[in-house]
């Protein structure tokens, strides 16, 4: 059942790979030949967590750490790559090659982003998506720019210019939808725009990417590869 999984041979080596969730039965056979007998085998096999095969991941939710509870949203997608604009700020998506093997492992989970499935990444390779975590750094503290442009926890750090540029722009967020996303009106990026006195951050409240002195306090929310 080629709409469960799929199967290919190198050599002595058997791959599955998942397609979707269901049961699939695969039979194995080797020919006849000087020295041995034809011989068929068969397997069954039962894919609970499919493959992703979606042409991009941008508004998935993403568990980054495979603890079982979602970490962020997933904001852009480097095998689909992209550009566009928000507040005024033009973005671009890089792409990427010899990406890591993703997964469902949860569907329908309910977070503030609404009602989506949640991605796991499985084997070796290159991070294929950019995520935005799904709460605020430290409770919701507020930071000067000097002071949150080097903010990071593990592989989490603050978001460039560009990437919440294509934040709000790829997952459509307006100045009418965002708070009930549970994101606050103004956030900095760790982008200066001139050495460090001014700091660019984006306002969901207005709608914009702007710049603003150093000692103006915005709240952070932080971001990672995945």
């Known amino acids: 059942n080629t709409s469960v999984a799929t199967v290919s041979i190198s050599g002595s080596t058997v791959t599955v790979k998942s397609v979707a969730a269901g049961t699939a039965t695969i039979t194995v056979k080797s020919a006849a ?14 894919v609970k967590n499919p493959t992703f095969t979606a042409e991009s991941g941008v508004g998935y939710y993403a568990d980054t750490d495979g603890d079982g509870t979602p970490d962020g949203i997933i904001f ?3 095998k689909k790559g992209g550009s566009g604009s928000w507040g005024g700020s033009s973005y671009t998506v890089s792409t990427a ?15 503030p982003f609404g009602t989506k499935n949640v991605l796991s990444a499985r084997g070796s390779g290159n991070a294929r998506f950019k995520v935005m975590a799904l709460s605020d750094y430290n409770n919701g503290a507020t930071y000067t720019f000097t002071n949150a442009q080097g903010i990071t926890s593990g592989e989490w750090s603050v978001p460039t210019r560009n990437e919440l540029a294509a934040f709000g722009g790829e997952l459509g967020i307006t100045t009418s939808n965002y708070s009930g996303y549970g994101l606050k009106a103004t956030y900095w990026s760790s982008s200066a725009n001139i050495s460090n006195f001014y700091g660019y951050y984006a306002s969901f409240s207005t709608g914009e990417i702007n710049y603003t002195y150093g000692s103006t306090t915005h709240y952070v929310r932080l971001a990672r590869t995945f």
Request: glycine share 6%; hydrophobic share 15%; proline share 0%.
């Open 76 to 78: 852009e997608d480097f």
């Open 33 to 46: 030949s000087t020295n041995y007998n034809e011989k068929t085998a068969t397997y069954t096999v039962t």
């Open 97 to 111: 090659t010899g990406l890591k093997e993703y997964y469902i492992s949860q569907t329908n989970y309910k977070g």
